[in-house]
Each structure stands twice: as structure tokens, then as C-alpha cells.
């Protein structure tokens, strides 16, 4: 048989069979959320991966490897939390206004008076972003940065969220409330090409 007759074939299988532009394109689901097998005993992780509640912290299924990371922390229910664990590995930033490491506080955020483009605390609502590029680590609170970075941050780096006392946390790793710092983007898989 010819290959012109073969193509002959299936031209006359498909006849009268149509693709259509109209096509219902179907969004692939984030693989990157929270991972079930890295929570505390407490915790209860819903939504798809995105919603922690309970008590206790869990881990992001994959670690900041790109260059210039971000992702934000909305503030669903307020009680005790930290964006970052409460653990002596952690750099976090905690309800009660203090960015810590090793359980010891670097930094209290200044909360205004109301001054428009400051920080007036965080509470139920609230967005916090969360930028890495392997140098500094920065938190910001509706779109206003903290005016404090964390440096010296060395190995694998995981988005950690820690609730307690009723707290309810939802992490947004696409479609942001607010505009990531310049050349930030979205967690990314790290993938080889071998």
C-alpha cells in the first residue's frame, strides 16, 4: 500500500469530522500547595492544598529554587500565626507583628497611625507577600513592603505556614491580590532537562 493511499484512508475516516476553536480549555491545577506529608498532628490542610488550619505548621510541597520567588498569605481568621514555621530553621513573620529567627525577634514592624502607604497592623483579611531571590527574604503587607529584609538565609528554602488559637491561613501561590516586586514571580517547579 502507498502512502498516498493510506493518507487517502484517513481522509475518508475523518471526513466530515471538525475540530472546534470553541474548545473548553480546562486550567491545570497548581501542583505546588501545601504538603499533607509535612504538617503537624494538629493541622488541617483543605481547599486543595491552600487553606491550613488547626494547630501547627506545614511545609509547601516545593522549595523557592528560582531566582526571584514570591507568594502571599491571606489572613482568613485571626488567632496565632506565623508565615514561616516556629522552629529554631526558621526566618518568620508572626500575628503579633515580629519577624524572627531562631525564635529570637529581629525586627518589629512600626504600625502607623493611619498614615496612608503605611502598615496599620495586620488582621482577618490582610494580604502578606513573601519574596526570595537567594539573597533576601521580605514580607510585605498590603503591597507595602517591610522596611526590614532577612539576609543571610542559606539552604533549601519552603513556603511554611504555623496556625494556633483559631487561626486560619490560605496561601495564594498564582493570580495575586497585589503585584509582585519587579522580576518576582510565582513558585515554579524545579525541573530537569536531562
Known amino acids: 500500500m502507498s502512502t498516498v493511499s493510506v493518507f487517502c484512508c484517513l481522509r475518508g475516516c475523518l471526513d466530515g ?5 470553541t474548545a473548553q480549555h480546562v486550567p491545570r491545577e497548581n501542583p505546588i500547595q501545601l504538603d499533607t506529608a509535612f504538617m503537624g498532628y494538629e ?20 522549595p523557592l529554587v528560582q531566582s526571584k520567588s514570591y ?3 491571606k489572613v482568613q481568621q485571626g488567632g496565632a500565626w506565623s508565615i514561616g514555621g516556629m522552629d529554631e530553621f526558621s526566618w518568620s513573620l508572626c500575628s503579633d507583628h515580629i519577624i524572627r529567627y531562631n525564635k529570637q525577634e ?7 497611625n493611619g498614615t496612608s502607604g503605611e502598615i496599620a ?17 521580605k514580607f510585605y503587607v ?8 532577612v539576609t543571610n538565609v542559606k539552604g533549601n528554602v519552603y513556603p511554611a505556614l504555623y496556625v494556633d488559637d483559631g487561626a486560619i491561613l ?20 524545579e525541573q530537569s532537562l536531562l
Not at 529581629?106 to 502607623?112: D, G, M, T, V
Not at 498590603?142 to 529584609?149: A, K, L, M, P, R
Not at 490560605?170 to 517547579?189: A, W
Open 17 to 21: 469530522f471538525k475540530f472546534s476553536p
Open 43 to 62: 493541622v488541617v490542610i483543605v481547599k486543595g492544598g491552600q487553606r491550613v488550619c488547626g494547630a501547627g505548621a506545614a511545609l509547601g510541597n516545593a
Open 71 to 73: 507568594f502571599e498569605v
Open 106 to 112: 529581629l525586627y518589629k514592624i512600626n504600625i502607623s
Open 121 to 137: 497592623g495586620i488582621q482577618e483579611g490582610d494580604i502578606i507577600g513573601v519574596s526570595f531571590d537567594h539573597i533576601q527574604l
Open 142 to 149: 498590603n503591597g507595602t513592603e517591610i522596611d526590614y529584609g
Open 170 to 189: 490560605d496561601i495564594i501561590l498564582e493570580n495575586f491580590n497585589y503585584s509582585p516586586p519587579s522580576g518576582f514571580e510565582k513558585i515554579m517547579l
